[in-house]
């Protein structure tokens, strides 16, 4: 039987799979029989990253079973909008889809065109990263999951709270001169 875990959560491959080592490491532990057969990620039409699947085989596919490993997501990372797919084991159809997830998404989007050229010269997206990993672990409001480069760099950050990640986030974003002409978008 396969199960398909949707997590509405803009990870790249190499961030998806971090979750999928952590679930392989739980499902024995969990004395969950199951194994990780595959995992995608959707992208947006300018080729942002959208969401990401992770696919089980799995013979108990029991109330019971589900719960444990969505109870296990939520933990790590399960936001808002997420769910489950169950299949069939014979007709490989959608049985039913469990929703889950607690956790609230913010996107950051640096501007990658509008500044001053000084401001792109002397400043450093991995410092906005470092600072921001530091401002929302320091008050255990969330963590920064992933990223994306496009026309635009945008900064993945989930956790218990929008609002909270927001306010523990916003006077670094006022002050720190990359962060100007930036984006804040509620993504989960």
Partial sequence: MKITIHLNARLQPMHRHDIEDLLEEFLPQ??????????????????????????????????????????????????????????????????????????????LYLNGSDLDIEVYQNCDVNHVYKELERLLEEDKKGMIASYWEGGETALYLYGKSFDEMYAGIKSFIDSYPLCQKSRVVKIA
């Fill in 30 to 107: 969990a004395g969950i029989k199951a194994k990780v057969v595959g995992g995608g990620t959707a992208l947006e039409e300018n080729g942002e990253i959208a969401s990401c699947d992770i696919d089980l085989n799995i013979p108990d596919s029991s109330d019971e079973t589900i719960g444990k490993i969505i109870s296990f997501l939520e933990g790590v990372l399960a936001p808002i909008g997420s769910y489950i797919i169950v299949y069939s084991r014979f007709l490989k159809k959608e049985v039913k889809r469990v929703p889950f997830g607690i956790w609230e998404g913010l996107g």
